[in-house]
């Protein structure tokens, strides 16, 4: 049995686990009270909604979270790739109606499963080229824009009787750092920073968003602590007029577990004004994970949120707060659902469609190919997004020749051997890249293959190409199976993509 102060802190944590089973020490916790849990891709199985069953079982109040952003980042897809649009998609097409279908779509998906709560959309400015976590996740880099759509989004989702949770307070998209691995520091003007990032946000609270999520970041101007400990930053929300749940990100990154560590950050986060705890995804560690990290670190947040409790430094009335509002939302989201049950549904969402309406084509047309072979040379998976997904790549080349190059590590020597074969192989030649105006490399090994084969191609799934390439190239801005299979069907002729004109064009 828990203690009086564990089973309060318990209200206020959201871990993530192993396995497509719930663990005993999982359903224990949910029985005293744990908020809930967090879906990874290692959860997502045939049997998730048996596993959402049992939660619920256990607590028929938790709190089921999924990152489900569409476009680069999923996890009900996983291991296959989206195939729902990307915001940066959607930011291109700028269709309000498309967007907010699309939020209803990944409501529906979420709710199959037996989740609640979508970890999205991403309301972040994405005014940072380089930006290494954001990037294609983000609506567009003007602030209009990425309100307009952000609320679109949370319109689809929450009438889908979903909470929505937009991220990441007050905004991730001016920095060119990884907050999983280090501790990004914005120094952009502050009336910059506030007119352009916080737009948002504050359109988000407008809408009803039932959700934010905190980033780990620094803005100088606001402190020296990241926004998830900073009471500060996170005032704002309040001072808004927001009442609504404020979810930490992942507590086991590294700005914040490498830091002030998992326990001491979980209580910091609380006594900074956040009201539910994201502690993360047990695999982060990667072969460094132990057997048991998942309880290991639950355990390591509740300690810590239970040491500060007992030494005074956090005070009992935050917590019950915090727990009031996650309860909260929990009972807003039961009746939500009982009444989306009685509803008929609709089934007017064509992802495909959206997608190609997007997909363009720059640097003069494509002849029409019978077969592709792809050279993948992407940038290396994030914790964030796994971009270099071997799904995006398969889904692209079909029965074709596919090899993976890593050109940040590998010598021209080897490149240009892989150039040769792919280029001696059936069929044309197409490039897969994700950052062409920011890695020399990728654009080096462009230009290489145009000499070769002045007729091969660029799939580009990052952000859209702003310098030409001196090859056509196809602009895609998701690294997703459906962008992906809809890049390869404009290749091989089945619909001709719109020509797009670059800023040198």
């Known amino acids: 049995m828990t203690d009086d102060l564990e089973r309060l802190a318990n209200g206020v944590l959201w871990p993530g686990f192993f396995g497509t089973e719930a663990p005993q020490w999982l359903r224990d916790e949910l029985r005293e009270g744990l908020a809930g849990v967090v879906y990874f891709g290692q959860n997502v199985g045939e049997g998730l909604p048996a596993l959402s069953a049992a939660i619920l079982d256990a607590n028929p109040d938790a709190l089921i979270g999924i990152d489900e952003e569409g476009g680069s980042v999923t996890r009900l897809e996983s291991a296959t790739g989206s195939t729902v649009p990307g915001a940066a998609q959607l930011g291109l097409l700028d269709d309000l109606v498309a967007s907010e279908k699309t939020g209803a779509e990944l409501a529906r998906r979420v709710r199959a499963v037996g989740a609640n709560v979508v970890l999205g959309p991403v309301a972040d400015v994405n005014t940072d080229p380089r930006n290494p976590v954001i990037g294609v996740r983000a609506f567009g880099d ?33 920095t060119h750092m990884d907050s999983h691995h280090s501790l990004p520091e914005i120094t952009l003007d502050l009336e910059e920073f506030e007119r352009v990032h916080l737009e948002p946000f504050r359109a988000a609270i407008d809408a009803g968003v039932d959700a934010v999520m905190t980033a780990h970041i620094v803005v100088p101007a606001w402190g020296e602590q990241p926004a998830t ?178 050109v940040a590590s590998a010598p021209e020597s080897e490149q240009d051997r892989v150039l040769d074969e792919v280029t001696a192989a059936a069929g044309t030649t197409v490039l897969l890249i994700d950052r062409p105006d920011t890695d020399a490399a990728q654009r080096a090994l462009v230009e290489r293959a145009a000499v070769r084969d002045p007729r091969a191609v660029v799939v580009n799934v990052g952000l859209p190409t702003v310098s030409p390439l001196p090859l056509s190239t196809v602009e895609v801005a998701a690294a997703s199976r459906l962008g992906a299979q809809t890049a390869r069907d404009a290749l091989l002729g089945c619909f001709t993509a719109q020509q797009r004109m670059t800023s040198a064009g």
């Open 142 to 174: 003007d602030e209009a824009l990425v309100s307009r759509h952000v609320v679109a989004t949370i319109d689809g989702i929450q009438d889908g009787a979903v909470a929505a949770c937009v991220k990441h307070f007050p905004g991730h998209g001016d």
């Open 229 to 406: 400990l900073n009471p500060r930053v996170l005032g704002m929300l309040r001072d808004w007029g927001y009442d609504g749940v404020i979810i930490t990100d992942a507590l086991d990154m590294a700005a914040i577990r490498e830091t002030v560590g998992l326990g001491g950050g979980a209580a910091l986060a609380l006594a900074a004004g956040a009201d539910l705890l994201c502690i993360g995804n047990p695999t982060n560690p990667g072969d460094a994970a132990l057997p048991d990290q998942d309880e290991q670190d639950f355990h390591a947040a509740r300690d810590g949120i239970v040491a500060a409790l007992r030494d005074g430094s956090l005070s009992r009335s935050r917590v019950e707060e915090a727990a009031g509002r996650v309860a909260a939302l929990a009972a807003k989201l039961r009746a939500a659902a009982a009444a989306a049950d009685e509803e008929e549904p609709t089934d007017d969402f064509d992802a495909a469609e959206i997608v190609r309406r997007v997909v363009t084509v720059s640097g003069g047309a494509i002849e029409a190919a019978s077969e592709l072979a792809v050279i993948d040379a992407r940038r290396r998976s994030t914790l964030a997004v796994d971009s270099a997904g071997s799904y995006v790549a398969s889904a692209l080349a079909g029965d074709g020749l596919r090899v993976r190059l890593d």
